[in-house]
């Protein structure tokens, strides 16, 4: 029995000596002695106090304590074909007194003041999120990913705030370059105050990354779970509900989970509709201004004639009108994000109509300007990870300002240049437009 003892207390500890939520305890006390093992971010700490550790204080021998044990509702002895590792990391604790071993399970799932997503939503997928209590994310995290080469780091950041952070991977698959990357960017960060996921993004994201971000910062735990599977890194925060995940190329950002959930086709379909979206919202005004102000001979006749009858009563240049309408879009954007939640889809809805439909009878724009601002505004929202929304909404100003110089050779410039720089980008040692369609696409 000892051997298999020895051999049991071997395995925890060497498969699972780097989560700092393996709690190993020992107690002591006159000629009694106990050693538990648990992890104490998957179990019900009050139960084990109570159950567990108080009784163990209070009887007068071994023996009165481990009749005491194996009365307990769901304790049993260890038996020889059991993992101790998967029972660990499933909620059991496991318990060596003298030549015994037991086990209980005594799993917490803590399903309290857990928020639903609010940023990334699914129609099939897992409808909650992360909450803003680190302890209760791993809790989640560990229910969802039962690996025993789940790793959990402990570190702080912020000089003055000092809040906690924890770095989690699988031992097994982790990209071993990435890690250490990211740990030398953590040691160099030199802030006194860092409070959100977004804040320490910026923090270990590089030089060259001042418009399109590097890191996906996420609320889904099923995407934390499947992307440690794919041997990243996750970085949690306490205090924010939002994770942080590292490496991070360009088809990361245009992924939903929606995608695993759909059948293949579907997914395909999706897919696709989000790169034509993207395409519509970055390159459509500049298009527009592009043809209509250097190359109306690219239109057919008749819808030639429409726009010009359409810009008839408008009394300056096309850019002038795309950069008006486009400001009040990113104005009325801004307003349905700052507004209270109750009033906030009322107001920008209904300020949007009578802007609208006021600044087309007053031949400020053209009716087909109120179409295409209103393609560009929903093409925007079909972009999964907010970061890559605000970036294309940026983008697309570029775009503009050369397409009214130079028109469509000026966007065209515009767009080698775009592409220039994201092959320049890199999310910790991995390109941003490197070969990932292969092995992201296969589901």
């Given at each position: 029995?000892?051997?298999?003892?020895?051999?049991?207390?071997?395995?925890?500890?060497?498969?699972?000596?780097?989560?700092?939520?393996?709690?190993?305890?020992?107690?002591d006390?006159?000629?009694?002695?106990?050693?538990?093992?648990?992890?104490?971010?998957?179990?019900?700490?009050?139960?084990?106090?109570?159950?567990?550790?108080?009784?163990?204080?209070?009887?007068?021998?071994?023996?009165?304590?481990?009749?005491y044990?194996?009365?307990?509702?769901?304790?049993?002895?260890?038996?020889?074909?059991?993992?101790?590792?998967?029972?660990?990391?499933?909620?059991?604790?496991?318990?060596?007194?003298?030549?015994?071993?037991?086990?209980?399970?005594?799993?917490?799932?803590?399903n309290?003041?857990?928020?639903?997503?609010?940023i990334?939503?699914?129609?099939q997928?897992?409808?909650?999120?992360?909450?803003?209590?680190?302890?209760?994310?791993?809790?989640?995290?560990?229910?969802?990913?039962?690996?025993?080469?789940?790793?959990?780091e402990?570190?702080?950041?912020?000089?003055?705030?000092?809040?906690?952070?924890?770095?989690?991977?699988?031992?097994?698959?982790?990209?071993?370059?990435?890690?250490?990357?990211?740990?030398?960017?953590?040691?160099?960060?030199?802030?006194?105050?860092?409070?959100?996921?977004?804040?320490?993004?910026?923090?270990i994201?590089?030089?060259?990354?001042?418009?399109f971000?590097?890191?996906?910062?996420?609320?889904?735990?099923?995407?934390?779970?499947?992307n440690?599977?794919?041997?990243?890194?996750?970085?949690?925060?306490?205090?924010?509900?939002?994770?942080?995940?590292l490496p991070?190329?360009f088809?990361d950002?245009?992924?939903?989970?929606?995608?695993?959930?759909?059948?293949?086709?579907?997914?395909?379909?999706?897919?696709?509709?989000?790169?034509?979206?993207?395409?519509?919202?970055?390159?459509?005004?500049?298009?527009?201004?592009?043809?209509?102000?250097f190359?109306?001979e690219?239109?057919?006749?008749?819808?030639?004639?429409?726009?010009?009858?359409?810009r008839?009563?408008?009394?300056?240049?096309?850019?002038?009108?795309?950069?008006?309408?486009?400001?009040?879009?990113?104005?009325?954007?801004?307003?349905?994000?700052?507004?209270?939640k109750?009033?906030g889809?009322?107001?920008?809805?209904?300020?949007?109509?009578?802007?609208?439909?006021?600044?087309t009878?007053?031949?400020?724009?053209?009716?087909?300007?109120i179409?295409?601002?209103?393609?560009?505004?929903?093409?925007?929202f079909?972009?999964?990870?907010?970061e890559?929304?605000?970036?294309?909404?940026?983008?697309?100003?570029?775009?503009?300002?050369?397409?009214?110089?130079?028109?469509?050779?000026?966007?065209i410039?515009?767009l080698?240049?775009?592409?220039?720089?994201?092959?320049?980008?890199n999310?910790?040692g991995?390109?941003?437009?490197?070969v990932?369609?292969?092995?992201?696409?296969?589901?």
């Open positions: 029995m000892n051997s298999q003892k020895d051999q049991v207390v071997s395995t925890i500890k060497n498969e699972l000596n780097g989560s700092s939520d393996l709690v190993v305890q020992q107690l006390a006159k000629e009694k002695k106990c050693e538990f093992y648990y992890i104490s971010s998957i179990c019900n700490k009050k139960k084990i106090h109570d159950d567990i550790l108080t009784p163990f204080f209070e009887v007068e021998d071994m023996r009165s304590y481990k009749d044990l194996l009365s307990l509702s769901g304790m049993r002895e260890f038996k020889q074909d059991d993992n101790p590792v998967d029972l660990l990391i499933r909620g059991s604790m496991i318990i060596s007194i003298e030549e015994m071993l037991l086990t209980m399970e005594i799993k917490e799932f803590v309290k003041n857990i928020p639903e997503t609010t990334e939503t699914t129609i997928g897992p409808q909650t999120g992360f909450s803003e209590d680190l302890e209760t994310n791993l809790n989640i995290l560990r229910h969802r990913y039962h690996q025993p080469t789940l790793v959990i402990d570190d702080k950041v912020g000089k003055k705030t000092q809040l906690i952070i924890n770095i989690i991977y699988d031992n097994k698959e982790v990209n071993w370059d990435v890690l250490k990357e990211f740990k030398e960017k953590l040691k160099n960060i030199d802030k006194d105050v860092v409070q959100s996921a977004g804040q320490l993004s910026r923090l994201s590089g030089k060259k990354s001042i418009l971000p590097t890191v996906v910062i996420s609320e889904r735990p099923d995407r934390i779970a499947y440690l599977s794919k041997g990243k890194v996750i970085v949690l925060m306490e205090g924010t509900r939002f994770a942080l995940i991070s190329v088809y950002f245009m992924s939903s989970m929606d995608d695993l959930y759909q059948a293949k086709g579907i997914s395909r379909f999706l897919l696709f509709l989000r790169y034509f979206g993207l395409a519509v919202a970055l390159l459509l005004p500049a298009i527009y201004v592009g043809i209509t102000a190359n109306p690219l239109f057919r006749v008749q819808l030639a004639l429409s726009i010009a009858g359409s008839a009563a408008v009394p300056y240049p096309a850019y002038i009108e795309v950069l008006f309408m486009l400001i009040m879009m990113e104005l009325l954007t801004e307003a349905s994000i700052r507004l209270p109750a009033i889809p009322t107001a920008t809805t209904v300020g949007g109509l009578i802007l609208g439909q006021a600044a009878e007053a031949g400020l724009v053209s009716n087909i300007m179409i295409i601002v209103s393609a560009v505004a929903i093409s925007n079909v972009i999964p990870i907010n890559m929304g605000f970036a294309m909404r940026v983008a697309k100003y570029f775009f503009l300002a050369m397409a009214t110089f130079t028109g469509l050779i000026g966007m410039v515009a080698i240049g775009l592409i220039y720089y994201l092959v320049s980008l999310s910790f991995q390109p941003y437009l490197g990932f369609l292969k092995e992201n696409m296969k589901k």
